[in-house]
């Protein structure tokens, strides 16, 4: 078949130059919208998707999302796709927090007989963030954590060669709780290693790797992460 279509492409035959032009008035085709036409079918399409997003989002989706809270508050949001859930947990959500879009949250009980992961009023997690809990995450209030964010207490192997080649899982002692303290802001595509705490007002710039603690107000940028310039002017201070 891929002969024949290299045939096609490059042969000068009448044949194979009708099937090229035919093929560019296809893909060039199209038809004029009349805004009195158009416009009233842009309308009933939105209306009716925004019908259904409400309807998957407000009776699947965040029932699913609660019905895996150990305790949640008032204004639990979620986006219109179920977030993925793994193993067996705490989780303890505040109020007015919304988790959008698709994230995953993992929990190893390998390492603690009850991981934990707490999430503050008022915090916002994006689409495709990932949270790994083996012993306990802390995110406070006020939060903004961009999409694509890893969180992580727990590595997933062990960083000695031998226990990794053994096919073993990480040691106790590299299972470290994380804190994030309230309003901070992790960019997007950022990394928060095990034992990492973030100061409040602190930002995370996208795609940083935080493998050491964060003083509050501060921007830390890079991998590894490492502190760009306060955010609290001296006469602040």
């Known amino acids: 078949m891929a002969g024949l279509y290299r045939t096609i ?10 099937l090229r032009r035919g093929r560019r008035a296809v893909l060039n085709f199209s038809v004029p919208a ?45 986006g219109v796709f179920f977030h993925w859930m793994s193993g067996r947990g705490e989780l303890i959500i505040g ?8 994230c995953a949250f993992s929990f190893a009980f390998r390492y603690s007989a009850c991981p934990t992961l707490v999430i503050g009023d008022n915090t916002g997690i994006a689409h495709n963030t990932h949270i790994t809990v083996g012993e306990r995450i802390t995110i406070g209030r006020y ?5 694509g964010v890893v969180i992580l207490d727990a590595p997933g192997h062990p960083l000695d060669p031998a226990m990794r080649l053994a096919g073993k899982p990480a040691t106790k002692e590299e299972v470290r709780p994380v804190v994030i303290e309230d ?8 990394v ?18 935080v493998m050491t603690a964060v003083p509050p107000n501060v921007l830390v940028a890079g991998n590894p992460a490492r502190q760009v310039r306060s955010l609290v ?5």
């Not at 492409?9 to 009708?18: C, E, G, I, K, T």
């Not at 925004?50 to 609660?66: A, G, T």
């Not at 309003?183 to 950022?190: D, E, L, S, T």
């Open 192 to 209: 928060i290693l095990p034992g990492v705490t973030i100061g409040h007002g602190s930002v995370v710039a996208t795609g940083s790797v």
């Open 95 to 102: 109020d007015n927090v919304t988790i959008d879009g698709k």
């Open 143 to 147: 939060c903004r954590i961009s999409g």
């Open 34 to 78: 009349p805004r009195a036409l158009s416009l009233p079918l842009v309308h009933t399409f939105l209306i009716v998707r925004s019908v259904y997003y409400f309807i998957i989002r407000v009776f699947f989706c965040e029932p699913f999302f609660k019905a895996h809270c150990t305790k949640y508050g008032k204004n639990l949001h979620t």
């Open 9 to 18: 492409a490059l042969s000068n035959h009448w044949f194979a130059r009708l």
């Open 233 to 237: 002017s001296s006469a602040q201070v």
């Open 183 to 190: 309003n901070v802001w992790i960019g997007r595509h950022a």
